[in-house]
């Protein structure tokens, strides 16, 4: 068990540019979240997928924010025309049924718009 | 979006000392997490809870779902240097494996 895994773990980026992040789940676990954590507080929930349907958008991802699951195992995160408000540790993690659904993180991705 | 309130937000204390904190709520969970975040990182799992009233330990740590389902409680004994860290409560719905709601978080720092 590998565990969660983010790529890439820094990206700093020029607004209005567009970015892409990956995530891939611990093998198996058929549920993916999207969360985002600016400084200072807990993280927020983005969206998540069961297996390759997106089941849930949070109102915090906007026309801007798209996510993908093609094959029920790694998911990818893009931004399009990236803004300073969207600087943020963007985290990713996974679960499956145990008895719950106990959710495991990732070590994110750290984004900086400039 | 909503955070649960975590109190307190930021505790200092001496190595060997115990350390409580609690999470509460507006609104009734199914279940309760606790997790440890270090700088940079993504939140690590400590404690899951699923009925209320339930007392569960992870080594030093001791977490409870509270019985109006709107809090839980996180206890460390004997706090070691390698505790300082980030402490969160979530909580999650009804929904099954559904999206977590984080609280605001308690920042722990240990002192020799």
């Known amino acids: 068990d590998t565990g969660v895994s983010q790529d890439p773990r820094h990206k700093i980026t020029k607004r209005g540019q567009n970015v892409t992040f990956r995530c891939d789940p611990i093998?198996?676990?058929?549920?993916l979240y999207w969360y985002r954590q600016t400084l200072g507080q807990g993280p927020e929930f983005l969206t998540y997928?069961?297996?390759?349907?997106?089941?849930?958008k949070s109102r915090l991802l906007s026309d801007r924010f798209s996510a993908e699951r093609p094959k029920g195992s790694f998911s990818t995160l893009e931004i399009q025309r990236t803004e300073q408000g969207d600087s943020a540790m963007y985290l990713c993690?996974?679960?499956?049924?145990?008895?719950?659904?106990?959710?495991?993180f990732g070590p994110g991705t750290r984004l900086t718009v400039t | 979006g909503q955070q649960l309130n975590q109190s307190p937000q930021s505790m200092f204390i001496q190595e060997g000392e115990d350390v409580s904190m609690n999470c509460t709520s507006s609104?009734?969970?199914?279940?309760w997490l606790w997790y440890k975040q270090d700088p940079g990182e993504g939140p690590v799992l400590l404690i899951a809870?699923?009925?209320?009233?339930e007392l569960t330990s992870n080594g030093r740590l001791t977490a409870q779902f509270g019985i109006t389902r709107k809090d839980s409680f996180l206890n460390i004994s004997a706090s070691i240097p390698s505790d300082v860290g980030i402490y969160f409560c979530?909580?999650?719905?009804?929904?099954?494996?559904?999206?977590?709601?984080f609280g605001t978080g308690t920042r722990l720092q240990v002192t020799l």
């Open positions: 997928f069961q297996n390759e349907a997106q089941l849930e």
């Open positions: 993690a996974s679960s499956f049924w145990t008895g719950g659904y106990e959710q495991y």
């Open positions: 979530a909580g999650q719905g009804w929904a099954i494996a559904s999206k977590l709601t």
């Open positions: 093998s198996e676990h058929n549920r």
């Open positions: 609104s009734i969970f199914n279940t």
């Open positions: 809870l699923y009925k209320a009233g």
